[in-house]
C-alpha cells in the first residue's frame, strides 16, 4: 500500500488525493500537523533523496524563517532534520512512498506510473 506524507489542506495534496483515487491506488494518509513526523524518517528522505528534493525552499515558510534561522538549518545535517521536523511544511508535499520507492512533490506522470507498479 502507499503512504502519502504531508498537510490535508495543501493545493498540492488534494490533487494527489484525487489522482490517487481517480488511479483506484489505496493509501494511508500521514498527516504532519496531527500526526507530526519522527527524525529517522526525514533521516532516511534526506540520506536518499537529498536535501534538494525534500526541503520547500519555493514556500512562505522558508522565506518567512530569518535568514539566521534558514543558515542554522543548513548548517547541518541534524540542523536541518530538527528544522523540518519542527516546520513540517518545510517539507515539499507530497511525499508518496511505494515500498521505499519514493516521488516527491506533485509530479501527474510520476503518480500515474505508480499504478503500474503496485
Known amino acids: 500500500m502507499l503512504k502519502i ?8 495534496m488534494k490533487k494527489a488525493f484525487d489522482l490517487l483515487t481517480a ?11 496531527k500526526q507530526g513526523i519522527d527524525a529517522d524518517t526525514i533521516k ?10 525534500i526541503l520547500n525552499k519555493k514556500g512562505t515558510t522558508w522565506k518567512k524563517l ?4 534558514q543558515q542554522l538549518a543548513l548548517s547541518s545535517e541534524d540542523a536541518l532534520i530538527d528544522a523540518l521536523s519542527t516546520h513540517t511544511s518545510l517539507i515539499k508535499r507530497p511525499v508518496i512512498d511505494q ?16 499504478k503500474t507498479t503496485v
Open 5 to 12: 506524507y504531508g498537510i490535508k489542506n495543501c493545493n498540492s
Open 23 to 33: 488511479l483506484g491506488l489505496s493509501y494511508e494518509f500521514h498527516d504532519y500537523k
Open 44 to 53: 532516511l528522505w534526506l540520506d536518499q533523496l537529498g536535501q534538494d528534493v
Open 66 to 69: 530569518s535568514e539566521e534561522q
Open 99 to 114: 515500498n521505499g520507492q519514493y516521488v516527491v512533490g506533485y509530479d501527474e506522470d510520476q503518480i500515474k506510473a505508480l
